[in-house]
């Protein structure tokens, strides 16, 4: 955990209806000082929305150089996925990409600046890259009621996002793009 970090807790029940994952697990999040709550907002929808066995947030947090902000490995520690926040740049994508068998891109931002960012540039198995990204204002919305302890419920079905947080209420169509 990074020094200054601030702790914020989400209790999560999960019902990814188009992909059949059903759970409920506690996500403890520790937010960097330079992290902004957008940031944030959207590296626990990453997680919630990638949620697998092997799931876990970057082991030095968003600072960390090495990892991805959240990744998946199996039980031989190799990584499966390798899930990208905000708008990595296209070394660091291709890396990814390279060492796992799957990447993705969620954004809070908009897309098609991280496409044009790229453009040109090398990136391993681009046409494989998802990258997901929300309705305008979503996670701007999504941010206001967070809170250190929080009770949250994603639920997804068809593409369509649904989201409690603290008893607020939000949608979002979950917009799915390939790099190339």
Not at 111 to 116: D, G, I, Y
Request: aromatic share 8%; net charge negative.
């Amino acid at each position: 955990m990074a020094i200054g970090a601030t702790i914020h807790t989400f209790e999560v029940q999960l019902a990814d209806i188009d992909r059949g994952v059903y759970e409920e697990f506690t996500l403890r999040v520790a937010r960097h000082p330079s992290e902004t709550d957008a940031y944030m907002m959207t590296r626990v929808l990453a997680y919630c929305l990638e949620y697998e066995e092997g799931i876990t947030f970057a082991e030095g947090g968003v600072s960390s150089t090495d990892e991805p902000a959240v990744l998946v490995r199996d039980l031989t520690g190799h990584i499966t996925a390798w899930i990208e926040i905000g708008a990595p740049d296209a070394a660091r994508l291709h890396h990814g990409s390279k060492l796992a068998d799957r990447a993705a891109v969620y954004t809070h931002r908009d897309p098609a600046k991280l496409f044009s960012a790229w453009e040109g540039k090398t990136i391993h198995r681009a046409h494989e890259i998802v990258v997901r990204s929300f309705d305008p204002g979503f996670i701007a919305s999504a941010v206001d009621p967070v809170a250190r302890r929080n009770t949250v419920s994603v639920s997804v079905t068809e593409g369509q996002l649904y989201l409690t947080l603290n008893g607020t209420t939000l949608e979002t169509m979950i917009h799915e793009q390939r790099v190339a």
